[in-house]
């Protein structure tokens, strides 16, 4: 039996994934979290097989939450769960230990192909983000995303989107000044001055679409 946990903030993404799982032979949903602490939390009491992840998520990002599972050893293989803008993202959590990518609007049976591959022991990346990875190698540059740690990729999208501060602060359980802090330390490492720069940016690089930019304009 391949032990599953959910953990993202969408409770609509959560409750599709668990029909779709629920029909499957050997697959079996032992818990769900809305936020990456949680999240963490339940992987370390169910040791799941596998753990589908959110990407962005309040008081713990997926990145960090793939990094600390690895850190502390744990058995459960990691499939972040992301929707295609957000595709630059892979090779950083790869790195961070992820054993899959799976886009968030992914068809049902590509869902359990990665959940049962990725519990065979190996990897799975969804096909537009293999195509991300393949295309990112043959022109051979990196998003300047690349350079921030998983708390400022969280704001520097928050903000790109046109959230206010108060508001990211709220959603991260941050401080109005941690959130400052982050701010000015993302601004200075991607060379912006504001929030528009920052979505212009995102939106060369893939991480927002021509319809969130426009809002951010």
Not at 17 to 36: H, K, N, P, W
Not at 41 to 55: M, Y
Not at 101 to 107: D, Q
Not at 162 to 189: C, E, H, N, P
């Amino acid at each position: 039996m391949i032990r599953v946990v959910l953990v993202d903030d969408h409770e609509l993404v959560r409750t599709g994934f668990r029909m779709i799982l629920a029909q499957q032979a050997g697959i079996e949903v032992v818990g769900e979290a809305a936020d990456g602490e949680h999240g963490l939390a339940l992987i370390r009491s169910e040791l799941p097989d596998v753990a589908l992840v959110d990407v962005h998520m309040p008081r713990l990002s997926g990145i960090e939450l793939t990094d600390r599972v690895r850190k502390h050893k744990l058995s459960t293989r990691v499939v972040i769960l992301t929707v295609v803008s957000e595709a630059p993202f892979p090779r950083r959590l790869i790195e961070a230990g992820a054993s899959g990518y799976l886009t968030k609007g992914c068809a049902a049976d590509e869902l359990v192909r990665a959940v049962r591959q990725v519990a065979d022991g190996r990897r799975y990346l969804s096909p537009d983000i293999a195509e991300v990875l393949a295309l990112g190698a043959l022109d051979g540059g990196e998003s300047p995303f690349e350079v921030l740690s998983a708390r400022e990729l969280d704001v520097a999208m928050m903000l790109a989107r046109g959230q206010d501060m108060q508001l990211i602060a709220d959603k991260l359980k941050l401080s109005a000044k941690t959130v400052a802090t982050y701010k000015y330390r993302l601004f200075d490492k991607l060379g912006v001055d504001n929030p528009v720069a920052l979505a212009h940016l995102a939106h060369t690089h893939g991480l927002l679409d021509d319809r969130t930019r426009a809002l951010s304009d």
